[in-house]
């Protein structure tokens, strides 16, 4: 029974060469995520993740957001060159999906269970990560490619535009966004250190 999910966990990976076009309609991509946020594990059932998808124009407006808020910082050289090419890219794709973590909510859960201040911040990035390595497997298991980026990490200002351009609440705090299409080429080749030394199996 866990073979069919083995293999889409094993086919998931990041693919930064992507097409500006969908093989999956929007109403499928719509659904994927929703039963993702809907089925995503989070403590005390608080259900703080949330998913903005973003297609066509509102796509190309936030990743001119990122570049004109990356680029800004950088001078001129191979860094400069190496972070355009791959704005680029992502601007390319066909779309994005925006993930937050909603703090209002969490910050409601901390003042019911002050025992648990320090534990909820890792809690919650627990809970963001595994929302977004759901999405990104369902996406792959349909044939699309994908990334995973953390611009929003970068500059508070950044945030603040998305929050704006889009209306979206300012209490979601941002924790990555991924760029998804077709794949326009394989994935780079992937290297895997010993399995033994980081998986122990314990018997008493």
């Known amino acids: ?34 039963a993702c946020v809907l089925h995503n594990p989070s403590t005390f059932n608080t259900q703080s993740g949330r998913a903005v998808i973003v297609t066509g124009a ?4 936030l990743w001119k957001l990122v570049s004109e808020s990356q680029l800004k910082t950088l001078e001129q ?3 400069r060159t190496l972070v355009e090419s791959r704005l680029k890219a992502f601007a390319g794709a066909y779309g994005s999906i925006m993930f937050f973590e ?18 909820f911040p890792t809690w919650s990035s627990n809970s963001a990560g595994m929302l977004q390595v759901a999405v990104w ?13 953390h611009n929003g990490a970068y500059s508070d200002e950044l945030v603040a535009d998305i929050h704006k ?8 705090t941002s924790t990555a966004i991924m760029p998804f299409g077709d794949p326009a080429a394989p994935p780079a080749e992937k290297t895997f250190g010993p399995i033994e030394e980081r998986v122990k199996f314990i018997k008493e």
């Open 102 to 119: 909603d703090q209002a909510v969490i910050d409601a859960i901390t003042v019911k269970m002050p025992m648990f201040t320090k534990q």
């Open 165 to 172: 351009t889009f209306s979206l609440p300012t209490t979601w």
């Open 77 to 79: 050289g191979p860094r």
């Open 137 to 149: 497997t369902a996406l792959s298991a349909e044939g699309l490619g994908a990334s995973l980026q």
């Open 58 to 61: 509102a796509h190309a407006k």
């Open 1 to 34: 029974m866990s073979d069919a999910y083995l293999k889409a966990a094993a086919t998931r990976r990041t693919n930064y060469v992507l097409a500006n076009k969908s093989s999956v309609p929007d109403n499928k991509i719509e659904a994927i995520v929703q």
